[in-house]
T-cell receptor
Framework: GIQVEQSPPDLILQEGANSTLRCNFS?????LQWFHQNPWGQLINLFY???GTKQNGRLSATTVATERYSLLYISSSQTTDSGVYFC?????????????FGTGTRLQVTL | ETGVTQSPTHLIKTRGQQVTLRCSSQ?????VSWYQQALGQGPQFIFQ???????GRGNFPPRFSGLQFPNYSSELNVNALELDDSALYLC?????????????FGSGTRLTVV
């Protein structure tokens, strides 16, 4: 099956700093999502981004499908950005589609 | 637009018991998937339902079963609970069964088996 790897695995930032999270995938995909899992476990959809670049406030994401990677940029980080960031790609399994999640990046933003 | 809601939020069960978790899909979404997330891991696909029928399954035993209802709400049932079933269970809904428009997740049910 498809392999999805994220880097770095762990990241500690001081509030206000910027960061870039990377997601590499081993096979062609027709879309990709970035999620933020907060400390209470909720998976929050950040971006649905099969290709190109999207921005939402302090966050932006770029997917280069031909080179099989996606980047998530966090600018001016805040303590509420803490949590685990997952990228996930859907793959067909019969008539269904399942999301394969990456290994995650655990982000801690400190004051 | 309503989001995906799950109930209960937390649950403690004894080994060998049975449990039912519930999910209400986002309005207009006809596809629901269930995922299991063990501590420190990423979510793992259990199965997907489309128009009330299971149409895809991950590497989970038959004691994990589900239902989807005409209003697109769904249930995950787990029989003969084992300690390793302790995890966060996430429900995700989508407007298309191929995932082409993305997935919306609920806030999960945290199951502890003792």
């Amino acid at each position: 099956g498809i392999q999805v790897e994220q880097s770095p695995p762990d990241l500690i930032l001081q509030e206000g700093a910027n960061s870039t999270l990377r997601c590499n995938f081993s096979d062609s995909v027709n879309n990709l999502q970035w999620f933020h899992q907060n400390p209470w476990g909720q998976l929050i959809n950040l971006f649905y981004i099969p290709s190109g670049t999207k921005q939402n406030g302090r966050l932006s994401a770029t997917t280069v499908a031909t080179e099989r990677y996606s980047l998530l940029y966090i600018s001016s980080s805040q303590t509420t950005d803490s949590g685990v960031y997952f990228c996930a790609v859907p793959k067909r399994t019969g008539t269904a589609s399942k999301l394969t999640f990456g290994t995650g990046t655990r982000l801690q933003v400190t004051l | 637009e309503t989001g995906v809601t799950q109930s209960p939020t937390h649950l403690i069960k004894t080994r060998g018991q049975q449990v039912t978790l519930r999910c209400s899909s986002q309005s207009g979404h006809n596809t629901v998937s269930w995922y299991q997330q063990a501590l420190g891991q990423g979510p793992q696909f259990i199965f997907q339902y489309y128009r009330e029928e299971e149409n895809g399954r991950g590497n989970f035993p038959p004691r994990f079963s589900g239902l989807q209802f005409p209003n697109y709400s769904s249930e995950l049932n787990v029989n003969a609970l084992e300690l390793d079933d302790s995890a966060l269970y996430l429900c995700a809904s989508s407007p298309a069964r191929d995932g082409s428009y993305g997935y919306t997740f609920g806030s999960g049910t945290r199951l502890t088996v003792v």
